[in-house]
């Protein structure tokens, strides 16, 4: 795809459908699938700036249709809505046990006070691929000595707001930072070392290819 549209910096996304047909509810009026791949030409660059977020009062969506990829996305799009009218880029969705789980079509992470790496688990929300990839190449951070641990796990609202620094994490970020959650300074407010030290190790992994050398993902707790 990326050699026949001779595009050098943009995205690809691609779609399944149960195909042209119908347009009712059962797949069975439609004679075949179809897939669609798609080349977007769009010049995206590091995201150095932090945005600020907003706790979603919209209901999240199940973990049968959060943790795998599909076009359920009216909740996720009702929730950037409601960040964008209070002013915010994105909203946080907390799970009906109180835990952080994620964001609209991105996956949230923290740098506790104390320099851990902390993802809430997959249990519940979409597993994204940068996110997976971010806890195979954090650990070099440890062995800097910059970084304690890498883990997934649960955080409160309380704790996660009580962080010292915050992200979110997806495909076509793939880190930006958050500085501010529901008009709550994170940390000092700015944007921190380690968010730009994850930033530049995905990606300089993208500039690297596929080629380079994959790292066993750390130990879940």
Not at 74 to 89: C, H, R, T
Not at 158 to 167: C, I, L, N, V
């Amino acid at each position: 795809m990326a050699t026949a549209s001779k595009c050098k910096r943009g995205i690809l996304r691609y779609w399944l459908s149960a195909g042209p047909g119908n347009f009712l509810l059962s797949p069975a009026g439609c004679p075949a699938s179809a897939f669609y791949a798609v080349v977007i030409d769009e010049d995206f660059s590091q995201r150095r700036e932090g945005v600020k977020v907003i706790t979603s009062t919209i209901t999240m969506k199940s973990a049968l249709f959060a943790t795998m990829k599909n076009v359920n996305y009216l909740p996720n799009v009702l929730s950037v809505m409601e960040a964008e009218d209070q002013g915010a880029f994105a909203s946080i969705w907390i799970d009906e046990k109180g835990y952080v789980a994620e964001g609209p079509n991105v996956n949230v992470a923290f740098i506790s006070q104390d320099k851990e790496l902390i993802l809430p688990p997959f249990d519940n929300i979409l597993s994204g691929c940068t996110a997976l990839r971010l806890l195979q190449l954090a650990p070099k951070l440890i062995e800097q000595g910059r970084l304690k641990s890498v883990k997934t796990g649960n955080l409160t609202l309380m704790e996660a707001k009580g962080a010292a620094e915050m992200m979110y994490v997806a495909s076509t970020l793939p880190i930006l930072p958050i500085v501010m959650w529901d008009e709550q300074p994170i940390g000092d407010g700015k944007v921190g070392e380690l968010t730009m030290a994850l930033s530049d190790l995905l990606w300089d992994d993208m500039v690297a290819g596929p080629g380079n050398l994959r790292i066993p993902l750390p130990y879940e707790e």
